[in-house]
C-alpha cells in the first residue's frame, strides 16, 4: 500500500494539473451529454454522473495541488 501511495505521488507531483484537468473534462462531457443526450444514456443524463464525479475529481486535485507543491 505504500508503495501505491509513493507512486502516486510522484506521478501527481511531476503533473500537477492533471486531475483538475480532467475533472473539468468530465464536467464538459456532461454538458454535451445534456444537449445532445445519445440513445441509451438516460440514466448517465438523469443522474448528471459525469457532473458529480468531475466536480469531485477536481477539488481533489486542487487540494493535492496544495498539499504537494
Known sequence: MNELVE???E????RPGLLPLIGIG???LNLLLQIFP???SGWLVD????LHIG???S???ILLIRALT
Do not use: D, H, M, Q
Not at 506521478?11 to 511531476?14: E, N
Open 26 to 28: 468530465l464536467v464538459l
Open 55 to 57: 466536480v469531485i475529481l
Open 47 to 50: 443522474s448528471n454522473l459525469f
Open 59 to 61: 477539488v481533489i486535485g
Open 11 to 14: 506521478f501527481f507531483a511531476t
Open 38 to 40: 445519445g440513445p441509451g
Open 7 to 9: 507512486k502516486l505521488n
